[in-house]
């Protein structure tokens, strides 16, 4: 009997201590960015669908369904793949696909990476009990080394447009399917593109949340749309685009991820409409209207012009700070046509700054528009992902590209 | 040796046993055949005499004759697609076009045009050769393709090593990568020739023969070890000359020896009837001519592979056979031999089917006795586990850890049978259950044969347990609601429509389909409107009109499928019907769901066959049949409340697994739309069909519960021929399971499927057969129960 006791006890406090561990106990919660834990979208341009993840060794990216690596001291690209009997992409057969470790079967091309995981969205469908189909979205994670396989979230009510992993926690934006809710015209929509951020934990270990009602701000902000979102250190920035008074606005939020307080910060920041935004040397940096990049602090203040790009590169009208590589700022070079706003000519120049601003112009081997990814030592190009177009390396010490791989 | 021979008596001398055997066979190639004839496959079936004489032209020539002659072949039959199409175009343009296209393979291939003639001539209705054509084109690209494939399999592992993650020479990722391409080394120089490759996929592919052989393990585990115990031979049993031990390995031989001869009679069938099927093949060719098996690492021909394939299967069925013998032995009980045994292997077969490979868990999928008997995949998929970041090569090792585990049970069986008593023993809640029924549940004085046969079958075999268990089961499963089946997009809005729409059609809702018509229209021009606007931007034109544009995605295909309906509904009003708006989302699964009814056919048949078997067959067992069947009012009296429990036993089951689903399905979206018609549910039904949504359903429930009859009604047949328990339930449940598995996924095995396709021939004849079996199988039941008397000898036989 004694000896009962005291194995249920000693049971029960083994419990309670693996209870009491959790994956957030070695967060780093530091006010800027730190590597590994922290969502990587500063660094990698996530603009136009153009993914990339980068972990120590490897940037990973998905195309058509398959995970490719491209090792950062090989520059060699392949799927990510551990069998050498499988043809991976180039399988004609559906099933061998499917056996590829390399194959995702991922909604669209995203993945990000943190603390060891690729996290990917596929779409799935179960029979619930009662015989009703369902469709389902599914948010997973991988190991890096490509063996390693687990569901993190599931969702029924939600499409998963955009995730990213930061400290120790998933953050979704979803569209939610609430039929009849009011957008800002006073219309019923169907269906709510971007409607919530959602959160869970990285692990899949808690239950979801709600962490921001985007819809909510659709009452004040007519038309909300989120153009880019960045987390860094212990906040969120939200670029959005708006329309007041019949005309088309950005701003910028900063939103406390400790206590979910949103400001909104770009009322007195000159702004250009759909600006760029990175964050760099710990500062918010954006172009503003005309040819100016401005830096800020993370709550407007202390506002600085930095740079006038007419002056560096005379025959471009834009210049937008799309991204950095914590030691450099990225500028991307083009004109739009200030009749319409959206047609664009594209360059082959690229600005590059230092911490304290002084740049340096680069020729591109190919024209671009800031769809393009990034590391401290490369830079990774496709023309039209659509098309199969193959991939380049850029080498950023001398910009020459390296074909990589080509796809079937 | 004799005591061989003697337990091998026990098996072979039971009638019963070869009848399960022939049966199973029957069911097996029954089985095997309706899997291949399916639509996918039927021009494979109905053409396979063509088919091979294709391959045999086709395998004479050399390999690029052989490429060439294929691809003139199909441009010919292309060709013929196109004559056989211009006599049904209307439009000039089209008509002109494919004339064009016509006249310039008349003269650019003179051979494949003038081929493609008499294609058109002789196929003119479905071109069934084309499709043959296609499937040894696919086959000669795979031909070209093979040597490549094993070439580069060492530059693949060169390349993929390049990545870091996988550049670790300790890791899994990089042994793995050389080890595949080391063991695929030697087939470099394979011969891969053009065959046909359906009689052994077939084969091989057919999985049920697995489930019909660890019945035949369960019943000759039965026969060897359960007779003697329910009968009190044992003592007698293990008193033998040479002792124990020698008698429990002769019963473990004859074991081995039944289940050995069962995998070589049912797999052999197998390979003979999938050639009878599709016709023979060349047997000398490597397997890895057949592309299924382009990852197989073995350099066998399909004959070798065969014979290995049935190898494994014996294994597997012996490694089966030493694990249920054990749980024979150990247990006393047969509820808990049947839990046990049942149970583990369900729960391995779900493991294996269920974990997909690449998760966490795929060691214990891969590690499992279901792989082995999956011996496609056991041997013809290369794979490699990883086992403490080491390659290890999954066949070798899951052979032996399972040899490991046959020794295991081998002596662990022998070990028990020879130190336990082998009496059966009072269970756990045996005491517990004792003194509830002295309490409670005592007959005082007489009591009527009703009235004493519901007592022996509630409380004294305690099925009053599984009763109080299904009815937890039932109350629980009518808790919740019913979820909304969205797939689509556009089911959002639809569900919102068809909240206001179902019912009757008025003019109030007439005029909203009305009305919506005109928002979406207006819309429309709001759109327009915004990008006339001048004093927006152009950004602004482009958010505002993307906002709009959201909500005419989110509403329009909702609504045209509602204007569909509504039209259809219109139009089966002039026909008489009493239209109404259905919500076809919801009702047409409550109507028809090929998982909900599988699942709870397998569900209620279960039950009914652990809860019935123990009605008739107890006094059997305990020796009181002949104390009971004399009762006042005569044998028939007897039987037929036995068959009035049965009946209503079986009821209460059927109730407990099917009412939870309609008493939350009303909960959550009541009865209004029951008395719409079916008509207006689904549009192949002609109008003159009366039925209604809730008679629909009610014809499907009336029609499963004549199949639990049924089964019910066969159950009881079996217990009065084979009067043991445990043999009716190893019996019922693979004649049940075996024909489920197989058509699982085959969704026009379905009562609800042949109602919404007014398959009323099916549906009236599937009633007759029931009501007929029931009719027979309790004529049958009663004369055995009534007339025949239990002579001396059953004790010994």
């Known amino acids: ?408 | 040796m004799k005591l061989v021979f003697f337990e091998l008596n026990k098996v072979l001398n039971k009638k019963v046993f070869y009848i399960f055997i022939v049966l199973c066979l029957l069911i097996n190639s029954f089985l095997l055949y309706s899997t291949q004839n399916v639509e996918d496959n039927r021009t494979r079936l109905d053409y396979s005499g063509e088919y091979i004489d294709a391959l045999n032209k086709y395998s004479k020539l050399s390999f690029k004759d052989a490429q060439k002659a294929i691809a003139n072949d199909t441009l010919a039959y292309s060709i013929a697609t196109t004559i056989n199409l211009l006599p049904q175009l209307d439009s000039k343009d089209e008509i002109e076009y494919y004339t064009s296209e016509l006249e310039e393979y008349k003269v650019s291939n003179p051979a494949a045009y003038k081929k493609a003639l008499e294609i058109s001539e002789n196929q003119r209705d479905d071109m069934h050769g084309y499709q043959l054509v296609n499937k040894i084109s696919t086959q000669i690209d795979y031909i070209k393709s093979y040597p490549e494939f094993i070439g580069d399999m060492h530059s693949r592992a060169d390349d993929q090593s390049k990545l870091a993650g996988f550049s670790d020479i300790n890791s899994f990722s990089y042994k793995n990568l050389y080890k595949t391409a080391d063991d695929y080394a030697h087939l470099k120089n394979t011969e891969i020739s053009l065959l046909n490759a359906e009689p052994v996929t077939a084969a091989i592919d057919f999985k049920v023969t697995d489930i019909i052989i660890i019945a035949v393990v369960f019943l000759v585990c039965i026969y060897l070890f359960n007779f003697e115990r329910d009968k009190s031979l044992y003592f007698l049993v293990k008193c033998t000359s040479k002792g124990r031990l020698s008698t429990i390995i002769a019963k473990l031989i004859a074991l081995f020896i039944t289940v050995l001869i069962a995998v070589l009679i049912f797999d052999g069938s197998n390979f003979a009837l999938s050639s009878i099927i599709y016709g023979s093949t060349d047997l000398s060719a490597s397997i890895q001519s057949i592309p299924e098996f382009r990852n197989c690492a073995f350099s066998l021909n399909i004959l070798e592979f065969e014979l290995i394939f049935v190898l494994f299967k014996i294994v597997a069925a012996l490694v089966t056979a030493s694990f249920i013998a054990f749980v024979f032995i150990a247990f006393s009980s047969p509820f808990l031999m049947y839990a046990v045994g049942v149970g583990t292997l369900g729960a391995e077969y779900m493991l294996y089917s269920f974990i997909n490979s690449g998760s966490t868990l795929d060691l214990i999928k891969y590690i499992n006795i279901f792989y082995i008997f999956d011996g496609g995949e056991f041997i013809g998929h290369y794979l490699n586990l990883d086992l403490f970041s080491n390659a290890v090569t999954a066949n070798a090792f899951v052979t032996i850890f399972f040899a490991v585990c046959f020794a295991a049970f081998l002596c662990a069986a022998c070990v028990q049978f020879c130190v336990r008593i082998q009496q059966k023993k009072a269970g756990l809640l045996s005491k517990s259950f004792e003194k509830i029924k002295t309490k409670f549940c005592k007959i005082k004085g007489s009591t009527s044969v009703f009235i004493g046969e519901l007592f022996k079958f509630l409380i004294q075999n305690k099925m009053a347990v599984i009763f109080i268990l299904l009815a937890v089961y039932a109350v629980y499963s009518s808790i919740g609601v019913v979820r909304y089946p969205f797939i689509e997009p556009s089911d959002y809005q639809y569900k919102v429509y068809m909240e206001y729409l179902s019912g009757d059609i008025t003019p109030e809702k007439e005029k909203y389909i009305a009305d919506e018509q005109k928002y979406l229209d207006s819309l429309e021009r709001k759109i327009g409107k915004i990008y006339a606007d001048d004093s927006l931007t152009d950004n602004a034109k482009q958010a505002m009109a993307r906002s709009v544009q959201n909500i005419i995605d989110g509403k329009q295909d909702a609504y045209e499928r509602v204007l569909e309906e509504y039209d259809r509904l219109k139009s089966l009003k002039k026909q008489g019907v009493e239209a109404r708006f259905i919500d076809g989302n919801v009702y047409s699964v409550f109507v028809s769901s090929d998982v909900r009814e599988w699942n709870n056919f397998i569900t209620f048949c279960l039950f009914i066959i652990i809860v019935i078997p123990c009605i008739f067959t107890v006094e059997y067992k305990n020796k009181m049949i002949n104390l009971i069947r004399p009762t006042k009012k005569g044998k028939l009296r007897l039987f037929w409340s036995k068959i009035l429990i049965s009946f209503i036993a079986t009821f209460y089951v059927f109730a407990s697994v099917c009412l939870p689903y309609i008493i939350r399905f009303i909960g959550t979206y009541g009865t209004d739309s029951f008395k719409t018609p079916l008509v207006c549910l689904y549009s192949n039904l002609p109008a003159s069909q009366t039925l209604t949504v809730i008679d629909a359903f009610i014809l499907n429930q009336t029609i499963y519960f004549c199949l639990a009859l049924l089964v019910m009604c066969v159950t009881i047949a079996f217990s009065i021929v084979a009067k043991n328990n445990l043999y009716v339930m190893i019996i019922c449940t693979v004649m049940l399971a075996a024909p489920s598995l197989a058509c699982y996924s085959v969704e026009t095995v379905r009562i609800g499927y042949l109602m919404v396709n007014n398959n009323v021939s099916a549906l009236v004849l599937t009633a007759i057969i029931s009501v007929l079996t029931i009719t027979t199988t309790l004529f049958m039941s009663e004369k055995k129960f009534t007339n025949s008397l239990i002579r001396r000898k059953y004790a010994y036989s």
Do not use: W
Request: glycine share 4%.
């Open chain 1, 1 to 408: 009997m004694k000896n009962k006791i005291k194995f249920t006890v000693i049971f029960i406090l083994c419990i309670c201590l693996l209870y009491g561990c959790s994956s957030n106990s070695n967060i780093d919660y530091s006010d800027t960015y730190v590597a590994g834990q922290d969502s990587q979208e500063n660094f990698i341009n996530y603009y136009n669908e153009y993914y990339y993840a980068s972990s120590g060794d490897n940037y990973y990216f998905v195309r058509n369904g398959f995970l490719y690596a491209i090792d950062k001291e090989t520059r060699e690209c392949y799927p990510l793949c551990n069998k050498s009997d499988c043809l991976h992409d180039r399988e004609d057969s559906y099933e061998l696909r499917k056996e590829c470790k390399a194959y995702l079967n991922s909604t669209d091309d995203q993945v990000v990476y943190n603390d060891g995981f690729l996290y990917y969205c596929i779409d799935d469908e179960e029979y619930d009990k009662d015989g009703n189909h369902h469709m389902l979205e599914r948010m997973c994670r991988l190991s890096v080394d490509g063996t390693k396989r687990e569901i993190i979230y599931t969702t029924e009510d939600y499409t998963i447009c955009n995730f990213r992993v930061h400290r120790g926690y998933l953050y979704m934006e979803a569209a939610k399917f609430a039929a009849d809710e009011e957008d800002p015209n006073g219309e019923k929509s169907a269906s709510l593109d971007k409607a919530e951020l959602l959160r869970v934990a990285s692990d899949g270990q808690d239950k979801a949340e709600v962490f921001l009602p985007y819809n909510e701000y659709r009452k004040k902000y007519k038309y909300f749309d989120i153009r880019e979102t960045k987390f860094y250190g212990n906040h969120l920035f939200l670029r959005i685009n708006y329309s007041k008074k019949g005309k088309s606005k950005s701003t910028i939020f900063n939103v406390d991820l400790e206590t979910k307080e949103l400001k909104d910060i770009g009322d007195n920041l000159p702004l250009a409409y759909d600006a760029r935004l990175t964050i760099f040397n710990d500062k918010l940096v954006f172009n503003g209207d005309g040819t100016k990049i401005y830096e800020c602090d993370f709550n407007g203040e202390n506002l600085k012009e930095v740079l006038d790009g007419s002056k560096i590169v005379k025959e471009y009208n834009r210049f937008a700070p799309y991204s950095n590589d914590g030691k450099n700022l990225f500028i991307s070079v083009y004109y739009v046509n200030p009749k319409n706003g959206y047609e664009f000519k594209l360059s082959k120049k690229l600005i590059s700054c230092n911490k304290k601003y002084e740049y340096t112009v680069h020729e591109m081997p190919i024209k671009y528009r800031a769809e393009i990814g990034f590391d401290k030592d490369f830079f990774i190009f496709q023309k039209d992902k659509d098309e199969k177009t193959p991939l380049y390396l850029i080498n950023k010490s001398d910009f020459k590209s390296k074909l990589i791989y080509k796809f079937p």
